[in-house]
């Protein structure tokens, strides 16, 4: 799953698309084109930052910034096009311009999101964070971070599929970085082993993150190594997705793990 941001704040490529204060398209299609030739699936759109202190968007804003680019690869790539959404109508408009996924990292828990998205009829990615990403960093006390991610994705699992949602259109992520501490990560990639035998698809997204500043000293433009590791780490701990910046480095690194996996 390639990223795609639409935000002129994000952390690790933000306004990088932009012109005049608005998303240019035309960058965004041409760098969607780049991710797909390079191996991408699916492609990640997102038009809230949520990184760690982050302000609000209004929902005019995050409507004006995602869907016409959704309609824009629709109609031009041959790829599953992910949306990366809390708001109920962005959900509704994504799908209706020809969005395939929705990748909620408040795990549709915003008034209207859960309904919304089961009338979409589109699978769902529920992420597991604290509070909003203004604050989150603030509120990293777990007695167990393993149990409790566990718990609340396999609660949010079971709400959705009340609402109608069919446990083969749900998947789960852990949210690295969204209330975490560097050890609350580390241990969470620790035993993703045990959260990928729950009978739902792992999606996971550490491209760049912070946790990977500690451990290697290096700058968010610095951190392609050490996300390469991340993702290897959790192809083999049985992630089906993994959500990155780098398409064609992350795939040749799976495609080498996978050519070692399937050799007799
Ligand atoms: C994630 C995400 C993640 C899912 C972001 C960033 C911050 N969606 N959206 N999982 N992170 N499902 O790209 O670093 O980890 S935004």
Redesign the pocket.
């Known amino acids: 799953m390639g990223?795609l941001n639409t935000t002129p704040d994000s952390?690790?490529d933000g306004g990088q698309l932009q012109r005049d204060g608005a998303l240019d398209l035309d960058s965004a299609l041409a760098r969607a084109r780049d991710m797909v030739a390079a191996g991408a699936d699916i492609l990640?759109i997102?038009g809230e930052s949520?990184?760690p202190g982050a302000e609000p968007v209004s929902v005019a804003e995050e409507l004006r910034r995602v869907i016409p680019l959704v309609a824009a690869i629709d109609r031009e790539l041959d790829v599953v096009i992910s949306v990366?959404t809390s708001t109920p109508e962005v959900m509704h408009e994504a799908a209706a311009a020809g969005a395939g996924l929705i990748?909620d990292?408040r795990a549709l828990q915003r008034k209207g999101a859960m309904e919304a998205a089961a009338a979409t009829g589109l699978p769902v990615?529920l992420?597991h964070m604290r509070g909003e990403p203004k604050t989150m960093q603030q509120q990293t006390d777990y007695q167990s971070v393993v149990a409790e991610v566990l718990d609340y994705l396999l609660g949010r699992a079971g709400a959705a599929q009340q609402a109608g949602i069919s446990a083969d259109r749900i998947l789960l992520?852990p949210?690295?970085?969204?209330a975490k501490s560097l050890e609350q990560n580390l241990s969470l990639v620790r035993h993703l082993p045990e959260l990928a035998k729950k009978g739902y698809p792992i999606?996971?997204?550490m491209?760049?993150?912070s946790m990977l500043g500690p451990i290697t000293g290096r700058d968010v433009d610095q951190r392609l190594a050490g996300s390469l590791a991340l993702a290897l780490l959790a192809a083999q701990s049985g992630a089906k997705i993994i959500?990155v910046h780098d398409v064609r480095e992350t795939v040749d690194v799976l495609r080498v793990w996978s050519a070692v996996g399937s050799a007799v």
Do not use: E, P
């Not at 949210?175 to 969204?178: N, W």
């Open positions: 990223i952390f690790s990640d997102g949520t990184r990366d990748n990292v990615c992420m992520d949210g690295f970085g969204f999606l996971v997204g491209s760049r993150k959500r």
